[in-house]
Nanobody, 124 residues
Framework: QVQLVESGGGLAQAGGSLRLSCAASGRTSSSYAVGWFRQAPGKEREFVAA????????YYRDSVKGRFTISRDNAKNTAYLQMNNLKPEDTAVYYCAAAYGRNLRMNAYEYTYWGQGTQVTVSS
């Protein structure tokens, strides 16, 4: 199993930046893909970004392309989501997720392990 802990959330102004981290522990010796999802109040959880085990492949939802960057450092068992030019509509609880395997996944049901979430609030 993999345990995930997110950090780095907080309050930012529109146009500002935040960097989320997702630290993995447990059976991290096996290859695993990582995804970031978010859930705003009253809305369903939605995909944000995903990265393959090798970091060769990444994928983003359209609304964050060019503003968010997903990355990972397998030596540190940590994945990151750099969020720039934040907008009020980015306000949500952000979750990282992991799934064993080398290929990235874009659907929540493909992920087995989830963190507890970190709140991101963007003020206008």
């Amino acid at each position: 199993q993999v345990q995930l802990v997110e950090s780095g959330g907080g309050l930012a102004q529109a146009g500002g930046s935040l960097r989320l981290s997702c630290a993995a522990s447990g059976r991290t010796s096996s290859s695993y893909a990582v995804g970031w999802f978010r859930q705003a109040p009253g809305k369903e959880r939605e995909f944000v970004a995903a990265i393959s085990w090798s970091a060769f492949s990444t994928y983003y939802r359209d609304s964050v392309k060019g503003r968010f960057t997903i990355s990972r450092d397998n030596a540190k068992n940590t994945a990151y989501l750099q969020m720039n030019n934040l907008k009020p509509e980015d306000t949500a609880v952000y979750y990282c997720a992991a799934a064993y395997g080398r290929n990235l996944r874009m659907n929540a049901y493909e992920y087995t392990y989830w963190g507890q979430g970190t709140q991101v609030t963007v003020s206008s």
